[in-house]
């Protein structure tokens, strides 16, 4: 699994795998960055960054599976940097939140309001949305509270420019949204038969979510279907992904405005995953790969800029860069 986020310019980027990589030159040329400390590779699922670069936020998975295991001895923590990914802190190593599955982690604005989900994986129990108002010091599990949200296993979450509207999407958990930066969480799962328990006798699996910077538009893609948008915040959904056959979805991403999007999907039946783009909202579609053998991989991650006219794609081995 890798992860891939960008500044407000595209000019910073950095990008975790089974480690954290970063660019000045809008991925030009990478540094590798370890972070101090780890007794072992980690495995970063996620990773956010501020509008100017300079602080970033990483998650790593703590997934373990043997029953008898325990759970401090696993480093799914949360770390973050404040000079643009040279070194790094772990925020939650003696906290609540060691120890978890960690599966994404979304960043406002100014790098101060931050929000990060968890999947909901063997004795780890269900999955849970972490939030921290002051730059990752401190987190606090805001599902707790919350008995619908806190029964899911999440694998995506977004942020608006303020840190205040926020959207988490799961795997057979649907689309959850909240505007006051976490507190109270609200089902927006489209009201499609298709996301309804019975359908296939198995729910629709939501693999990314992404957001504008107002947090009124939103894209959310569907991990074996269709990538959807909101207009209103999640309020109302409307099935827009690209008219082709059925894709993986691995990744989605917007610019400030909600306009410029892009989408990626994976190895599919033996066909090479492609780079969608969409310059008016999702309304229609562009396939970069189509006469472009570049594009052409399994495609696991992707970030924009703010102008949505920097755009980046992450692969097994590969980079594109538009």
């Known amino acids: 699994m890798v992860a891939v986020a960008s500044d407000s310019t595209g000019t910073k980027l950095v990008m975790v795998g089974g480690g954290i990589w970063t660019s000045t030159d ?44 325990n759970p401090a001895a696993f480093s799914g ?38 929000v990060a989900v968890t999947a909901g994986l063997g004795v780890l129990g269900p999955g849970a949305i972490w939030t921290s108002t002051d730059a990752g010091t401190t987190w ?23 840190g205040k509207n926020l959207v988490a999407v799961g795997s057979g ?21 298709k996301f309804q328990a ?9 693999s990314s979510v992404a957001s504008d910077a107002t947090g009124a538009k939103l894209v959310a893609a569907v991990d074996t279907g269709d990538i959807w948008t909101s207009t209103n915040g999640g309020v109302t959904w409307s099935d827009v992904g ?10 989605v991403a917007s610019d ?5 999007l892009i989408a990626v999907d994976g190895l599919v039946n033996g066909n090479d995953g492609e780079i969608w783009t969409s310059t008016n909202g999702g309304l229609s579609w562009t396939d970069q790969t189509t006469g472009n053998p570049a594009a052409s991989g399994f495609w696991e991650a992707v ?12 692969g097994q081995g590969a980079i594109w860069i538009n």
């Open 26 to 69: 809008g991925g030009v040329t990478w540094n590798a960055r370890a972070a101090s400390g780890l007794p072992h590779i980690q495995q970063w699922t996620s990773v956010a960054s501020d509008a100017t670069g300079t602080n970033l936020v990483a998650v790593v998975n703590g997934f373990y599976d043997r029953p008898e295991a």
């Open 77 to 114: 923590d949360v770390w973050t940097s404040t000079d643009s990914g040279a070194t790094w802190t772990d925020r939650t190593a003696s906290s609540s939140a060691h120890g978890q599955a960690w599966r994404s982690v979304a960043s406002d604005a100014s790098g101060t309001n931050l």
């Open 140 to 162: 606090a599990n805001t599902t707790a509270v919350d008995a619908g949200a806190g029964s899911q296993s999440w694998s995506s979450v977004a942020s608006d420019a303020t």
């Open 173 to 193: 958990s649907g689309i959850w949204a909240s505007i006051d930066g976490g507190l109270i969480w609200t089902d927006r799962t489209p009201g499609d038969s």
């Open 198 to 206: 019975s359908f296939g006798n198995q729910m629709e699996g939501w």
């Open 242 to 251: 690209p008219a082709s056959s059925w894709q993986v979805w691995f990744s």
């Open 256 to 260: 400030s405005t909600g306009t410029n």
């Open 303 to 314: 970030a924009s800029n703010a102008a949505g006219d920097h755009l980046v794609a992450i």
